[in-house]
């Protein structure tokens, strides 16, 4: 499955401009698009877009279906989307935490069948250790991964993650992203996730979009878009870039433009 996004463009009411404007880009099966730009730019509007949130003009595809043909119900099904603040869940087990991303309630007690599926999902995300433990009970990495796990047992063809790894320790980080990133390959599913780790958005994405100030800064590989002249452009940082011993392009944060004087 691939997602296109042609022209997308958005505009709160009370905003005299577009708060999104002719947003373009492509995700194919199997590929990751990381989403860059300072806070404000217009990241989250483009999920929101995506998801069906927000009515906007332009196109989006899956593949060569226009999703606005979708009904809502439709829409989730295709795509698996994971908001930035997640529903507490304190009181709910692992289990019934996955589980919910199989039932849209707990009114119906649920088949053998979809027992069976929940079980099999847990232990991918290798969870079983967790499973009858509170979400509460959780770490902040644990309770990411049980979040993930949760969006996927729908089964969709898009995967859209809103700053998947806020909050979290570097090894939660990079455990969340590396699972992120098996999970798509293995899968063959396509993946939109918003970041603010530049260099970790350069280690895990086949193709990143940097939005500045509403629009499409730069849009292509990793190599090709992280750059002195795009973060200077983008967030009016300069940096020094080098590759590391693996061959992925890093930046390195020198000093802020924006650099203010304070009295004391």
Do not use: W
């Not at 593949?63 to 698996?80: P, Q």
């Not at 997640?86 to 009181?91: H, V």
């Not at 902040?140 to 979040?147: A, H, Q, T, Y």
């Not at 939660?172 to 590396?178: A, T």
């Amino acid at each position: 499955m691939s997602i296109t996004l042609n022209n997308v463009s958005y505009r709160y009411k009370k905003n005299i401009s577009d708060t999104i404007k002719d947003i373009s880009f492509n995700v194919e099966n199997g590929e990751i698009l990381t989403i860059l730009g300072p806070n404000g730019s217009g990241k989250s509007t483009t999920i929101k877009c995506i998801i069906g949130a927000l009515k906007y003009s332009g196109n989006i595809f899956i593949n060569v279906e226009n999703i606005d043909k979708l009904s809502r119900k439709e829409r989730s099904k295709r795509i698996c989307y994971l908001p930035q603040d997640t529903k507490e869940l304190c009181d709910l087990s692992v289990f019934d935490v996955v589980l919910m991303g199989k039932l849209d309630s707990f009114r119906i007690a649920p088949s053998q069948e979809i027992i069976n599926d929940v079980e099999r999902i847990i232990n991918e995300f290798h969870l079983s250790k967790l499973v009858n433990k509170k979400y509460s009970e959780l770490s902040g990495g644990e309770r990411r991964i049980v979040n993930i796990a949760q969006v996927l047992a729908r089964g969709g063809d898009v995967l859209i993650l809103d700053e998947p790894t806020a909050n979290l320790d570097i090894a939660n980080e990079l455990e969340v992203l590396e699972l992120i990133y098996s999970y798509t390959k293995k899968k063959k599913i396509a993946t939109i996730m918003v970041l603010h780790a530049i260099n970790m958005a350069s280690r895990f994405s086949d193709s990143i979009v940097v939005i500045k100030d509403s629009k499409v800064l730069k849009y292509g590989t990793p190599d090709s878009v992280i750059g002195k002249q795009t973060i200077l452009e983008a967030y009016d940082v300069v940096v020094d870039e080098y590759i590391s011993s693996d061959g992925v392009k890093n930046i390195h944060l020198i000093e802020s433009k924006k650099k203010k004087e304070y009295d004391f």
